[in-house]
């Protein structure tokens, strides 16, 4: 199972395989003593070259020879090195080589489960249990699998950090457990299991090494650790499988794998299995069939997050085969034909067994090697899976090696072994990666945070160690043109004609409102009275506003925790701009007093003395659910927009006191420099990066061209409103500032004159935003979604202005 490595760190890829471009020499002469490996250290042999780094150790012996002889200390181990020779040992040595003592420890503590015992034990209890992993019972482990991990991924949240690793142990932990077994763990007991693992396979490893059996006797912290994992594991599996409640559901449901045993007799003896057989199996397959699935899962995302095009391949495949939600069947995972060349590719390069090892028990030949009786034979599918001779450009991920048959059937791959211990999980394992991946990739989209990408760890397995993803909600992609918005997204009616203008609205096709996008409106108002921001009996007038609306056209992709933000957040602002229809719209002084605390609060200042403690504290409430677990600069970028919006309240107040409003000395260049960061629009634009898991690119960030684009859409969206807001805002008394009173005073120009222009002003401002995303989309695709998003965000306000009763005179409301 696993050699001495004493928890190494292999750091990734680089070092591992020496280029190579011709097999090994083959001695001439049959019967040779296998090479010894160059650089044994008096004492320590190889051991430290091993340690240090075992992949990359093991690799370079392939230069050497198909069995290489190595030094581990006083002992002498012949690693193989050559796939062919490997498959020889495990198929046509199978009976001569066992495994040796490293599984010796583990049957001490765990008795004679399939993956310790050998010979005719080892055959009788693999007929037994072969049947539970028979093509009959697929689909219904399909069922469960696909539920579990919807369960998993339904309780995880929009923006949440993942450790990767840690969630998918925990995944296929019980994935095995209720399918197999039909059982449940408790989550104090998966951790318990999660914590006992390494423990148990350190002590394995060290007792292994012990000159003597009674070694593993001495009272030293490796075997009292060792005696503590096993006494744990027992105890985990005694409650899922052995207890009474565990016996009661197997009996329940009488195909599972304990119910095989419980009703098999051992041919042995005539006698039926004992308990302490059912609990040895449950424990051969928590530890075979959990680490080495959930350790490829962790690799499968973390190769998927490197290669973007590769995870849109299999998005699209899974769409067309796959019906979303439903149950995965054996006849469609057969057509995801693209999704398996990725996970071979994998299982290929992530072999997740670095060591496996059999004993010679009498002299054999191994190709043209002698070797004599006791010797031990180490390989590792992960180095034999990185040769360079077997595999073009070994260290690279191309799922393409697989496609059109190629590859598959190579004797070079073996992730699951050969011979009589072949892998008896193999289909289980293939199955359980694809629908796992599936259903997690279709609801979230893993974002790497910075500096927590996988490392290589050579452990008994290869791990993907410090992974951890941010996750953002996944909706159906929508394919971005050059030319236009997204062609997936269905249009949305807008009203024929333009509410003041008489002509036809321009159409916009408007982005589809999420699902839950009702739920969220009332989680808002719930969340609003609480705040003390509305009274109850407020609510319906308020309600009719439909703000929940604009966020679900200008934020589609939105769900969740990141849904409920948005809604807060433009709930809150709306509230906060009626208050500036009162006498704080007039009134400099009250316009700062009610402004300038929110400001301090961006800053962190919480005193609490100011006159509107309600705004002021739901807002120190969404400026800490905005900027939680965001980057320094996304907070720096997003504090000083807010600063400059919270900012135009006191300005506006200022000119409406000072008469300077809209055409009394404040030209239209003026007006729209003041307006763009009063519509809120830049710290929405902030907030797309929030609902999409991760900053826009740094270099994007840094273009000119993208400060324009933000101003554009922030001025089009302004301009959207003026338009739709202008019939209200010709009725009010106080001084309003819109472009086509401004363009009507300033200029001198009609009512239609004015309204034309301003359409045409969006226009162009549009016009050249698609110019702007076209050119910063083709030199940083990387940055394509945040583009698209400012889109969306225009389309929104647009399609929600012409739609909401915000905007209609008060005369009209609710008719
Ligand atoms: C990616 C996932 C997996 C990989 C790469 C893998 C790999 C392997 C390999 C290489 C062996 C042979 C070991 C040897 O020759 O000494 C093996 C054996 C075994 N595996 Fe798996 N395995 C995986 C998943 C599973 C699953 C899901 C289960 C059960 C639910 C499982 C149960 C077993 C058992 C019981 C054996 C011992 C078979 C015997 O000796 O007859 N494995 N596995």
């Known amino acids: 199972m696993a050699l001495p490595t004493n928890a190494l760190l292999a750091e990734t890829r680089k070092r591992i395989v020496p280029p190579r471009t011709t097999p090994p020499p083959v001695p001439t002469v049959r019967a040779a003593v296998p090479p010894l490996a160059p650089g044994a250290l008096p004492g320590l042999g190889h051991a430290a070259a091993l340690l240090r780094d075992p992949l990359g150790f093991l690799g370079s012996l392939a230069r050497l020879g198909g069995v290489v002889r190595i030094r581990l200390g006083p002992r002498t181990v012949c690693v193989v090195t050559d796939a062919r020779l ?5 198929v046509a040595l199978a009976h001569d080589c066992p495994r040796g003592a490293v599984q010796d420890t583990l049957k001490t503590a765990f008795g004679d489960g399939l993956l310790m015992s050998e010979g005719q034990a080892h055959r009788d209890r693999r007929r037994i249990i072969q049947p539970a992993f028979g093509p009959d019972r697929m689909a219904g482990y399909l069922a469960v699998m696909h539920q579990v991990t919807e369960e998993r991924a339904g309780r995880w949240r929009s923006g949440q950090v993942l450790d990767v690793a840690k969630e998918m142990n925990h995944l296929a932990l019980e994935i095995v457990t209720r399918s197999l077994f039909g059982a449940r763990l408790s989550e104090d007991a998966t951790l318990a299991f999660h914590r006992a693992l390494p423990d148990l396979v350190k002590g394995q490893i060290v007792q292994s090494l012990y000159p003597h059996p009674a070694f593993a006797r001495l009272p030293l912290p490796v075997n009292r650790r060792f005696d503590a994992a096993v006494r744990v594991l027992n105890q985990v ?7 009474r409640a565990g016996k009661a559901r197997s009996a329940q449901r009488g195909n599972t794998l304990p119910a095989l045993l419980r009703a098999a007799t051992d041919p042995a003896t005539g006698r039926a299995l004992t308990e302490a057989d059912v609990r040895s199996e449950a424990i051969t397959m928590f530890g075979a069939g959990t680490e080495t699935v959930s350790t490829t899962l962790t690799w499968l995302l973390d190769e998927l997050l490197r290669h973007p095009e590769v995870e849109a391949r299999v998005l699209a495949e899974l769409d067309e085969h796959l019906p979303a939600g439903a149950t995965p069947t054996p006849e469609a995972l057969s057509r995801l034909t693209y999704t398996r060349s990725v996970t071979q590719e994998v299982v290929r390069l992530h072999a997740p067994n670095a060591f496996l090892m059999r004993t010679a028990q009498v002299p054999v030949d191994l190709g043209p090697y002698r070797i004599p009786a006791g010797t031990e034979l180490l390989y590792s599918l992960t180095a034999l899976h990185r040769d360079p001779v077997r595999y073009d450009e070994p260290l690279s991920f191309r799922p393409e090696r697989w496609q059109d048959g190629g590859g598959l059937g190579r004797p070079s791959f073996l992730p699951f072994g050969a011979g009589k211990h072949k892998c008896i999980g193999e289909a289980f394992a293939w199955a359980e990666l694809t629908v796992a991946a599936a259903a997690i990739l279709r609801r979230w989209r893993p974002v790497a945070v910075p500096g927590a990408r996988a490392r290589e760890v050579v ?36 009203p024929a004609r333009c509410p003041f203008t008489g002509t036809a609205a321009t159409p916009v096709p408007a982005p589809r409102p999420p699902a839950e996008l009702r739920a969220a409106a009332d989680r808002h108002a719930d969340w609003a009275v609480r705040h003390g921001l509305l009274a109850p009996a407020e609510l319906p007038g308020y309600q009719a506003y439909g703000l929940h ?24 602002f709306t509230v906060l701009d009626d208050r500036f229809d009162g006498p704080p719209g007039r009134r400099p002084a009250e316009a700062h007093a009610l402004v300038d605390p929110l400001i301090s609060a961006l800053d962190g200042d919480a005193r609490p003395d100011t006159p509107d403690d309600r705004l002021l504290t739901a807002w120190r409430e969404l400026w800490h659910r905005q900027s939680e677990s965001t980057s320094a600069a996304w907070r720096a970028r997003a504090a ?15 000119h409406r006191a000072r008469g300077t409003v809209p055409a009394l000395g404040l030209g239209l260049t003026d007006t729209m420099r003041l307006r763009r960061h009063g519509s809120c629009l830049y710290p929405f634009m902030n907030i797309l990066e929030r609902v999409h898991g991760a900053d826009a690119p740094a270099a994007l960030h840094a273009e000119p061209a993208l400060h324009r684009l933000r101003a554009n859409t922030a001025d089009a969206a302004t301009l959207i409103n003026d338009l739709y807001s202008l019939e209200r805002e010709e009725r009010q008394s106080a001084a309003a500032f819109n472009t086509v009173l401004t363009l009507q005073r300033v200029r001198g120009c009609t009512r239609s004159r004015a309204v034309r222009a301003v359409r045409a002003r969006v226009a162009r401002l549009r016009q050249e935003n698609e110019e702007l995303r076209r050119d910063l989309g083709r030199r940083h695709p990387a940055g394509r979604w945040y583009l698209d998003g400012t889109r969306e965000l225009v389309a929104g306000v647009q399609a929600w202005t012409s739609t909401s009763d915000r905007y209609l005179v008060p005369g009209e409301r609710g008719r």
């Open 86 to 90: 490997v498959h020889t040992l495990l």
């Open 237 to 243: 599996v005694d409650q899922a499988v052995n207890g």
């Open 459 to 494: 452990w008994t397995t290869v791990q993907a160690q410090g992974l951890k993803v941010r996750l953002a909600p996944r909706t159906p992609t929508t394919v971005a043109t050059d030319e236009g918005p997204a062609a997936t997204e269905p249009d949305r009616p807008l």
């Open 549 to 572: 609306e604009l966020i679900g056209h200008a934020f589609p992709r939105a769900r969740g925790t990141e849904l409920d933000l948005l809604v807060d957040v433009l709930g809150w």
């Open 640 to 654: 000083r927009e807010w600063r400059a919006c919270l900012a135009t309240f006191p300005a506006e107040a200022e």
